[in-house]
């Protein structure tokens, strides 16, 4: 999946309108951010676009950047499993 | 006098919001159907503490949207992790001062204290299985007696190792097996607790596999004991259990005919060529669906059929020499070429159920669409285009869910046959009071008793007309009721030359310095305008005499669908005390020395068990 659609599904999560979320957002500033928000967002990211986060690292992320990273996701597009 | 069916439109604005059925589809969209289905009216509040053995944030979320969707307002308590014994043995302030109506324990098989030793003999075995129980039963035996809180608690979930390969299954000091017999236990007690429901993980896990079941990263990186599937499944169980707790499961299984109980057309193919039997696949599996749907109707779901074809064609589909299904199965059948949301209307006006009590079976999606839009109350399961998955697909959604099967259950369906034959017995006098005379009713009337309690409770919460304040209570809560001094509780079974109606009555009123306030009051439609409510009332007043009561005091207040009762206590004589600007209205009533029943057309028959009640 590209960066922006993942980022489009951290929006749903959130309940936030399509667009919000840009990137760089601190994790613990996000508005509806809570501890279950991440357990959302790998579900989705697992289930629907074969993305695995790897074990080490998740709870670690504290920012939108990092969880970009951590799922390689870029601006172009990355072929799903 | 509007129809049950007619008010449920104006009370359940819900269900316009119809769940997503994917996980991703519900984590996507889950804040904004919250926000949604929190706009509904008339959502029932219940407080639920969810004491876990590992992390429970997310089965909250779940179990909220499903709870939510079946218009229940949940509160939640939660407790710190893994901290469910610990909250309760030490009283945890907070959930001491939540006040829960149900308590449920989220454990799983991690939270097992001890496994047998290798090799260890089955009397060493035994002690470790009745010290797992006594961890249990000492936290389920607090909670019942200082929070009177109703317990949903997991049974255990399997393990996706096993170290001794099928030995786990066969020796004691198995995990496996372990497991097992603590499962068994736990079925036990919950047979013989009624306060108490397992909530059955070993299945949920068996029907997704284990290795959906439980997420290892789930678990390494939340301590969440099973995946986020796991929890959709868990949640989607618990709110058919939720939904049962407060009577308000489904009763009514509407079903289409073709290619839904049989393969094929009957107008185009006539009986002879239907698909229906074992020498061929379809055939068996449109006969194992019917097999489904029988066994549901012996377990108290009134089926009905809603059907576009001739109506002598569709009866003659049953004719056909595998059906299982039989024309008296059926409690009501609309074959014609009507719109099926007008006969779904007509069925429910028929029985005399709400919109709300009924699901609607039809392989043809856009038959679905058209109910589903225009009675949006009704559940359509999306059953697919394969009659090898439509049991699954009614199955999984729980809208049947039990906490108890009572005897009046099993013979619902004999009620509705009746009540046709009771219809055409009226019309044929002319006089009403002969028509009552001719019945020869019989009611039974005592206080509450523990052999009742199901179906008591299952009445206060589903009764809406004939109900004088609405006040929901769980089993739990009437339990407490029924052996508390300081209340009076009655309960009316009526029986007919036509059938018994079962338990159909319930009153109960708090006692205080020789005065009765009646704090509920409710009567099932079934049996409207047969004078059962003078019986009971003559009940009440007699219990009142012998207890010296001298004054009755009863409380009417407004529902949606409870104006029909606005004058009731008016009509037994009670003089107005009051009112308020929200509708309530007040009545009092002096008991008198001498006292004229009311009832003319009842038997009240004084049972063995009745008299040692009264004593």
């Given amino acids: 999946m590209t960066r922006s659609e993942f980022l489009l599904e951290m929006d749903d999560i959130l309940g936030l309108p399509g667009g919000t979320l840009q990137g760089n957002e601190k994790l613990d500033e996000l508005q509806n951010w809570d501890s279950t928000s991440l357990i959302s967002l ?3 990211a697992e289930t629907n676009n074969g993305v695995s986060l790897p074990l080490q690292g998740v709870v670690d992320c504290s920012t939108v950047g990092d969880l970009l990273r951590l799922a390689q996701v870029d601006d172009e597009a990355v072929a799903s499993v | 006098m509007k129809t049950d069916a007619e008010n449920s439109n104006e009370v359940r604005s819900a269900a316009t919001v119809k769940l997503p059925t994917t996980l991703p589809e519900i984590l996507r969209k889950r804040e904004a159907l919250k926000k949604e289905l929190q706009q509904q009216e008339n959502l029932l509040p219940v407080r639920i503490a969810m004491l876990g053995g590992s992390t429970t944030s997310e089965l909250r979320k779940m179990l909220e949207l499903f709870l939510l969707a079946d218009g229940i307002q949940p509160a939640f308590y939660e407790s710190g992790y893994n901290r469910y014994r610990d909250d309760v043995l030490f009283e945890s302030p907070e959930l001491w001062e939540f006040k829960p109506d149900i308590v449920f324990f989220h454990t799983t098989w991690r939270n097992v204290s001890q496994f047998p030793e290798l090799l260890e003999d089955e009397a060493r075995v035994e002690q470790r299985v009745e010290a797992e129980m006594a961890r249990f039963t000492g936290v389920w035996e607090k909670v019942q007696s200082e929070l009177g809180a109703l ?16 030995l786990e299954a066969v020796q004691s000091f198995g995990r496996v097996n372990f ?3 603590l499962n068994a236990e736990f079925a036990h007690y919950a047979r013989s607790h009624s306060h108490l429901l397992i909530s059955d993980i070993h299945y949920l896990a068996a029907e997704m596999g284990l290795d959906n079941w439980a997420g290892s990263h789930y678990w390494y990186n939340f301590h969440m004991a099973i995946s986020p599937a796991a929890t959709l499944a868990l949640a989607r169980n618990l709110a058919g ?36 039997g074992r020498d061929h696949p379809l055939g068996e599996a449109y006969l194992d669906f019917q097999h489904y749907v029988k066994d549901l109707k012996r377990r108290g779901i009134l089926l009905a059929v809603c059907s576009k074809n001739e109506a002598e064609n569709a009866r003659e589909g049953f004719l056909h020499p595998d059906s299982i299904l039989k024309l008296d199965d059926f409690s009501a059948f609309k074959a014609n070429w009507n719109a099926k949301p007008e006969n779904i209307r007509e069925i429910a006006a028929e029985l005399n159920i709400g919109l709300d009590s009924m699901v609607f079976v039809d392989d043809n999606p856009a038959e679905r669409a058209l109910v589903s839009d225009q009675l949006p109350e009704v559940a359509v399961p999306d059953i697919g285009a394969d009659v090898a998955g439509y049991a699954k697909a009614i199955d999984r959604e729980r809208y049947f869910e039990l906490t108890k099967l009572v ?18 017995a009226e019309a044929s006098f002319a006089d009403y009071g002969e028509f009552l005379s001719s019945l020869d009713m019989s009611a039974e009337i005592g206080p509450f008793m523990p052999v009742y309690l199901e179906r008591i409770t299952q009445l206060i919460n589903k009764t809406n ?17 029924a052996g508390d001094p300081g209340w009076v509780t009655l309960y009316g079974r009526l029986a007919d030359c036509f059938g018994d109606n079962g338990l159909v009555s319930v009153i109960a009123g708090r006692v205080e310095d020789k005065i009765l306030e009646v704090d509920l009051w409710l009567m099932s439609c079934r049996v409207f305008k047969r004078e059962m409510e003078f019986a009971m009332f003559d009940a009440l007043v007699e219990r009142c005499q012998a207890l010296g009561i001298h004054k009755i005091v009863g409380v009417f207040v407004p529902s949606k669908k409870n104006a029909i ?49 009264n004593a």
Wanted: positive net charge.
């Fill in chain 2, 407 to 424: 005897a009046d259950d099993l013979s619902r369906s004999d009620f509705y046959s009746s009540n046709a034959t009771r219809a055409a």
């Fill in chain 2, 565 to 613: 009762v606005s004058g009731f206590y008016a009509s037994l004589g009670f003089q107005s005390a009051g009112s308020k600007d929200n509708g309530e209205t007040r009545w009092e009533y002096a008991v008198p020395q001498c006292y004229t029943p009311k009832n003319r057309y009842i038997l009240r028959s004084a049972s063995a068990l009745m008299a040692v009640a």
């Fill in chain 2, 179 to 181: 497991l097992m017999r």
């Fill in chain 2, 465 to 481: 007309q004939f109900n004088l304040t609405t006040r929901r209570y769980t089993s739990a809560e009437v339990q407490s009721m």
């Fill in chain 2, 151 to 166: 317990i949903l608690q997991n049974n255990f979930d399997l393990p996706n190792l096993r170290l001794l390969g099928n």
């Fill in chain 1, 42 to 44: 790998i579900s989705l």
């Fill in chain 2, 241 to 276: 259990m939720v939904q049962a707790v407060y009577g308000r499961s489904r009763k009514c299984l509407v079903l289409d005919l073709d290619n839904t109980l049989w393969g094929g057309v009957i107008g185009d193919d006539g009986v002879q060529n239907l698909l229906l």
